[in-house]
């Protein structure tokens, strides 16, 4: 069955989606569990309870191990309303998805079971799953065809049916040539769904019940059987580091083609870090180098020159950052606000057209339209213990190498004489300068060298 199929029958049925999360991981060597790893700054388990949600899902129980609170408060918080269930006894995919029978026994028209270390997991192909049901398949596995098939359990097909589904090691020499695979992702048919997982026995060497033994009995009771093919990367699992790397370097790849087919331009993509949600504009330019953390949006024809880092910030239409420009969470760049090089900026905002060009500091602070932050100024916004906020105002001047103690404001149209402290209130259009005064002594270095050249070694 073609992935392509029309989905718009499934969406009219209700749907339960299991997602298996009770795998400990300890192949990734961390005291993190295996799902809670994360994929462009989002976990795994939450890239799966995404599609699943994007795929029409009514319902959410996610399966996890003993004392797993933490894979169960991510998953209430990524899918709130969704049933926990613990699988007490690892015993097989099967098993684990009995685990949820309280959820399944509420009937619901289709069942989908996938797993939480699939982070490319995609709604499409979940979809693709829900219309195989929907034209009356009681079983639905997703397959794909695999550049190298060694590990995999083969789907035995036959006029586009699905007949079995076989692991390597009980194969025979023909099914070892066949180059569909399971993915391990399948749909059930709600109405039959505990009854076939009900059927289900464990008599192989592991001595386990496993959830590609739905199709044998599905099969045994007259119900049609399909595969779904789906490309092979949306089935790559992470069972370790190396892996984890693997499913980064894909989902990369996928969010920078959807932001350059938006329209966005990067000089060199593979370069460019994304995160799930980084939102990008029209004729945005990204150089390379560049990294975004979690919740960053650029607005049309904003620029990020390269080796920029950025996380939770704003950038406005026109604006430019970097390079070498790192925005922190709560930077709020107005339009044609301009960041330069060795700048970082924190819960800032930024006006329209204000400039803060080079090795600056700015934290806690509201900076007005137009207004131009010297060289070497930073906002000190510290004392240890709490922090406070600095406000400057539009069309100010702050001269080079300046510190502002918060809290502190400096006027509009105000000027700040380089190197000055500033510790009080500066009005608006004044000079404020807070340094000491130069003082300058006529003859003073030619008398001290002379002083110095009898201690001078031949």
Not at 17 to 30: D, F, N, P, Q, Y
Request: net charge neutral.
């Amino acid at each position: 069955m073609s992935q392509n199929r029309s989905s718009s029958s499934a969406s009219a049925r209700s749907c339960l989606t299991i997602v298996l999360a009770a795998g400990e991981g300890s192949r990734m060597k961390s005291a993190l569990p295996k799902v809670l790893h994360k994929i462009a700054g989002r976990s795994m388990l939450s890239h799966v309870l995404a599609a699943a949600v994007a795929a029409g899902g009514d319902a959410v129980a996610v399966v996890v191990g003993p004392e797993r609170e933490d894979v169960a408060a991510r998953a209430r918080l990524d899918a709130p309303g969704s049933d926990v269930f613990v699988q007490t006894h690892r015993l097989g995919t099967a098993h684990a998805v009995l685990a949820a029978r309280e959820a399944i026994a509420r009937g619901f028209d289709d069942v989908l079971v996938v797993f939480a270390d699939t982070p490319l997991l995609r709604a499409e192909s979940l979809l693709a799953l829900r219309a195989a049901l929907a034209d009356g398949a009681s079983v639905a596995a997703m397959g794909f065809v695999a550049g190298d098939p060694a590990g995999y359990g083969r789907l035995l097909l036959s006029g586009g049916s699905l007949e079995a589904i076989r692991e390597q090691k009980d194969a025979s020499p023909a099914e070892l040539t066949v180059t569909a695979c399971n993915a391990g992702i399948m749909a059930l048919d709600g109405r039959r769904a505990l009854e076939l997982l009900d059927s289900i026995g464990c008599d192989n060497a592991q001595k386990e019940f496993y959830l590609t033994d739905a199709v044998k009995a599905a099969r045994d009771r007259g119900l049609g059987c399909v595969a779904v093919m789906a490309p092979e990367e949306d089935a790559m699992g992470v069972n370790d580091r190396v892996q984890l790397a693997a499913a980064e370097a894909v989902m990369q790849r996928r969010l920078r083609e959807v932001a350059m087919r938006a329209g966005a331009t990067m000089v060199a993509p593979e370069t460019v870090f994304l995160c799930w949600d980084t939102r990008i504009g029209r004729d945005v330019l990204i150089e390379p180098h560049v990294v975004f953390g979690p919740g960053v949006c650029l607005a049309d024809d904003s620029v990020v020159h390269a080796f920029s880092h950025l996380e939770g910030a704003r950038v406005g239409a026109r604006a430019s950052v970097g390079p070498f420009a790192r925005l922190r969470p709560g930077a709020n760049l107005g339009e044609n606000a301009k960041v330069g090089n060795f700048v970082e900026i924190k819960a800032s905002d930024l006006g329209p057209g204000a400039k803060v060009s080079h090795l600056s500091y700015i934290g806690d602070a509201s900076v007005g339209a137009d207004a131009n932050i010297g060289a070497g100024t930073i906002t000190c916004n510290y004392d240890g213990f709490g922090k406070f906020r600095t406000n400057v105002g539009a069309g100010a001047f702050v001269g080079s190498n300046t510190s502002l103690v918060a809290p502190v404001s400096v006027g509009a149209g105000a000027y700040v004489g380089s190197g000055s402290v500033i510790t009080q209130d500066v009005p608006a259009d004044a000079l404020a300068v807070a340094r000491g005064r130069q003082a300058d002594k006529p003859g003073w270095a030619t008398a001290f060298r002379a002083r110095q050249k009898p201690k001078t070694k031949p």
